[in-house]
């Protein structure tokens, strides 16, 4: 059966990697019944003015770029009132989606097999105050400045290295956060260096929580919050713990809610799916319940 699908390229995304098999994934597309339209990003919020103007018309709205692209797409969709399936086509360079969903990474031909193989699952989507989303993380604090503040020549020259080797340089200016936290059935107060609402199994590429610890279509989201550990020796045994998915610490929290409200004492850096989000005294983060379906 034909379907309509929209292909939306971030040209700049896995350093231009998708070219040599995208020939060969529209190919595979077209010959599985998909008639599909290129739409090429050329800025920054492209994505979600394609994906909100356009999408309506189309079954099926894929993107190929990282997780930037896709969650731009998102929002684009979220402003929908009837929403075309989802799907995914990843080359950027942390992937915490396609890890998440067990996509093929910077692969369009695997990618493509997988858009007509694979099977539309509910999707939870984050939301950032009042009119903004992100696809799977809100979070502030010790290492979510590292997507963006890695330098893009580096991007291009190490790819995931880059983020590894500025989140390691990050290490030595670790800032503390008085936070009031609310959610579901709780309050915190405390000094916190990092804070976030996540709907992912992959954090920055490099934390990874079990998959009995998260449903993408549950309506529900992971809280996590990290304590202050005082000292930088004591935020890298931390970090250890939580690399090797052992969470059996005071120094952290993470439970699962609806919603969370964050207020500080200053205005905070936040990031949403690895890009800027702006400063915030006052964040109110939600987890809208599956409104999108997406294929994998």
């Known amino acids: 059966m034909q379907q309509k699908l929209m292909l939306i390229i971030n040209p700049a995304a896995g350093r231009g990697a998708y070219k040599p098999g995208f020939a060969d994934a529209l190919q595979i597309l077209d010959a599985g019944g998909c008639r599909t339209t290129l739409f090429f990003t050329a800025d920054r919020g492209d994505a979600t003015a394609y994906a909100a103007q356009y999408g309506a018309d189309y079954d099926t709205v894929a993107c190929i770029g990282g997780d930037g692209t896709l969650s731009e797409v998102i929002s684009g969709l979220m402003r929908l009132e009837r929403k075309p399936r ?3 086509i990843p080359m950027g360079t942390a992937n915490d989606v396609a890890t998440t969903l067990s996509l093929p990474k910077n692969d369009p031909v695997g990618a493509a097999r997988r858009i007509l193989s694979g099977e539309p699952h509910p999707y939870d ?4 105050g ?3 989303y992100f696809a799977y993380i809100a979070g502030f604090g010790a290492f979510t400045d590292v997507s963006y503040a890695t330098p893009q020549d580096q991007k291009k020259a190490l790819g995931h290295l880059a983020y590894v080797l500025q989140g390691m340089a990050s290490l030595s200016r670790l800032e503390t956060y008085h936070t009031i936290v609310e959610y579901d059935g709780g309050v ?5 260096v990092y804070g976030s609402l996540n709907n992912s199994t992959s954090v920055g590429g490099l934390v990874h929580f079990s998959d009995e610890m998260v449903s993408l279509g549950d309506g529900m989201s992971e809280l996590v919050l990290v304590k202050d550990p005082k000292t930088v020796e004591g935020f890298g045994e931390l970090v250890g713990s939580v690399l090797s998915q052992n969470y059996d610490s005071e120094k952290l929290i993470i439970v699962h809610t609806k ?27 939600c987890n809208y ?3 999108i379906e997406f294929i994998f």
Do not use: S
């Open 86 to 88: 989802l799907a995914y």
């Open 125 to 128: 989507v984050g939301g950032f």
């Open 130 to 132: 009042e009119e903004e």
């Open 188 to 192: 915190i107060e405390d000094d916190l």
């Open 259 to 285: 919603r969370a409200r964050f207020t500080f004492d200053r205005p905070v850096a936040w990031t949403r799916d690895g890009e800027a989000g702006g400063l915030h005294e006052t964040v109110e983060l």
């Open 289 to 291: 319940h599956a409104p």
